[in-house]
């Protein structure tokens, strides 16, 4: 189980990217400020643009945005 806050979950992720909110924004394609309100923990995305996130980082989105793993908890 990942005990992180997802908002610290995903700005890990976008700094071992080495990328900017604006770079992984553009990549994601939605608004720096949205990204910025989600990193804040102030937003919570659909799973439509958290997927968009998790695949501009090349991460899996259980990896940043569940606070399982849900393969182990739906998978037999």
Do not use: C, W
Not at 3 to 19: E, S
């Amino acid at each position: 189980m990942n005990k992180l806050p997802i908002r610290t979950r995903l700005v890990n992720a976008r700094k071992q990217a080495g990328l900017t909110q604006e770079q992984l924004a553009l990549e994601a394609k939605i608004s720096r400020a949205y990204l910025s309100n989600i990193e804040k923990g102030k937003h919570t995305p659909s799973l439509e643009v958290a997927k968009k996130i998790s695949d501009a980082l090349k991460k899996s989105i259980e990896d940043i945005f569940f606070e399982i793993d849900v393969r182990k908890t739906h998978i037999k």
